[in-house]
């Protein structure tokens, strides 16, 4: 009796842990760091990024009525908040969320949707470029 | 599987002291939760989430737009939980919840002057009162007006 639920227990244990790194299989094929992303969107954009255009990409309006910085701040080395919503943002610099640009599909969701509002069409791989050498620049 | 369904049905009810709620599904709390609170799905009736979910390219302003297979499998999970009773009896104006009779009669007592404070903002932030809506809590008890 005894053996046989300490074999049971081993089972479910095998079970658990296969099934533990299958999901760590799962969360390596989507992760990449930021500066992988940034060496897609250079290589996408065919020319080197230029962080002090990200800059003023950031921080300028676009002929609408919010730039990037109305909800991510001026630096977003901390964290901001929703233009309409008030809900806060965490920071969006990677030095200070690891999570940032961690997840390409998540950065790719964010740059289409929020470029369509700020600018009003998706921005250029170039553009991406920019924001983001000039966000790796943010240290603290 | 009846006190699941009546407790469902009681959902927002007035007067009652333990808000029963729909779990809420972690993909619509990210998703969702991302820009604004995480309403409760019962707050609105199914026509009005289904309008929402098949318009995110322009949501109130802004592009809230989502990959197909999320969009399809939010819509369907708001469908299922969409609002039943007092809650569906209304099309609010823009499919807003804060423009629905019974939330603005809810919330006739508050002064203009509440809404105005920066901790409020929004009539969409309910979590500035509602100390517990963020698991889908709204029980008048838990309400903390700031001043």
Redesign the interface.
């Known amino acids: 009796m005894h053996t046989l639920s300490l074999s049971r227990f081993s089972l479910r244990s095998i079970a658990a842990a296969a099934g533990l790194s299958a999901l760590i299989i799962a969360d390596i094929a989507q992760a990449a760091t930021p500066a992988e992303l940034l060496s897609g969107y250079t290589a996408q954009a065919g020319s080197a990024a230029a962080s002090n255009r990200g800059q003023q990409f950031f921080t300028s309006r676009h002929g609408r009525e919010w730039s990037c910085a109305t909800c991510h701040g001026t630096v977003p080395t901390q964290a901001g908040k929703?233009a309409?919503?008030?809900?806060p943002i965490q920071a969006l610099a990677p030095a200070f969320n690891p999570e940032r640009f961690t997840d390409p599909?998540k950065t790719e969701?964010w740059f289409?949707?929020?470029c369509?509002?700020v600018v009003g069409r998706e921005c250029s791989a170039a553009e991406k470029a920019d924001v983001l050498a000039w966000l790796l620049t943010l240290k603290p | 599987m009846v006190a699941a369904l009546m407790f469902a049905h009681a959902a927002f009810a007035e007067g009652d002291h333990h808000s029963p709620r729909v779990p809420l599904l972690p993909k619509y709390l990210s998703e969702c939760g991302a820009c604004h609170a995480a309403f409760p799905p019962g707050m609105l009736p199914a026509t009005a989430w289904q309008r929402l979910m098949s318009g995110l390219g322009k949501h109130f302003g802004t592009d809230a737009s989502l990959d197909p297979a999320t969009q399809k499998e939010l819509a369907a999970w708001l469908a299922l939980n969409a609002g039943t009773g007092k809650y569906a009896r209304e099309e609010p104006p823009q499919d807003r919840i804060t423009r629905a009779a019974w939330f603005i009669r809810k919330h006739r007592e508050v002064p203009a002057t509440t809404w105005k404070l920066a901790a409020v903002n929004s009539a969409a932030n309910c979590g500035a009162c509602h100390k517990r809506s963020d698991q889908g809590n709204f029980d008048e008890h838990e309400v903390r007006i700031p001043r």
């Open positions: 929703h309409s919503t008030g809900k599909a969701k289409r949707r929020n369509n509002d």
